[in-house]
């Protein structure tokens, strides 16, 4: 069945490091992909998606672009903040998988 | 903006009760689905739905039930609650019209003692 695999968090960054975390996922066909982000204390919201190979989403800074040749969608960021703590989940569409979540702590 | 409910906020009941966690959308969305998470980790699909009278168990097992017999509304009961039920539970919804997108509802944190 369909999957999708992150890496292992928490990732622990300084602030304007570059980011990058992985996704990779296992479907038949192009599902559509997103990333979701959780605040600390808040519900879930898209950050950005891809509805078809070679797509690249964008928002906040974030992009990933969706690639079939690696069955991969990974997040990147060139310049982290703060205030971007948070836990990440890649997610694929069919009945909306999402990966097991990625939290993220940024150092001032 | 997005117009998901869940009630209630936070519940906290002894083991053995029945409980219905509420989950309500003013969008006319068909999709439904429930997702379980422990804070901070993973979400897991327990039940979705596809439009009214149409309801299927996601990818986690899950002792509880659901039903969809208006298309605004897709309550999720448990029969005997348990301590291995506590966890938050999370409500979304969505459109193929909106572009796939996911809207979440606030979340119910279930706690059985």
């Known amino acids: 069945g369909n999957s999708v695999t992150q890496m292992e968090g928490p990732v622990t960054l300084s602030e304007e490091a570059f980011l990058t975390i992985n996704c990779t996922y296992t479907?038949?066909?192009?599902?559509?992909l997103f990333w979701y982000v959780q605040y600390p204390g808040e519900g879930l919201q898209l950050l950005l998606k891809?509805?078809?190979?070679?797509d690249k989403g964008s928002n906040k800074g974030f992009e990933a672009t969706y690639r079939k040749e690696t069955t991969s969608f990974h997040l990147e960021k060139g310049s982290v903040q703060v205030s971007d703590s948070a836990v990440y989940f890649c997610a694929l569409r069919d009945k909306i998988i999402f990966g097991k979540g990625t939290r993220l702590h940024i150092l001032p | 903006e997005a117009d998901i409910y869940q009630t209630p906020r936070y519940l906290v009941i002894g083991t053995g009760k029945k409980i219905t966690l509420e989950c309500s959308q003013t969008m006319g969305h068909d999709k439904m689905y429930w997702y379980q998470q422990d804070p901070g980790m993973e979400l897991h699909l327990i039940h979705y739905s596809y439009g009214v009278n149409s309801t299927e168990k996601g990818d986690l097992s899950s002792e509880s039930t659901v039903s969809r017999i208006r298309t605004e509304h897709f309550p999720l009961t448990l029969e005997s609650a348990r301590p291995s039920h506590t966890s938050q539970y999370l409500c979304?919804?969505?459109?193929?019209?909106?572009?796939?997108?996911?809207?979440f509802g606030s979340g119910t944190q279930l706690s059985v003692l």
């Open positions: 979304a919804s969505s459109d193929s019209l909106q572009g796939l997108k996911l809207f």
């Open positions: 891809a509805t078809k190979a070679d």
């Open positions: 479907a038949t066909g192009y599902p559509s």
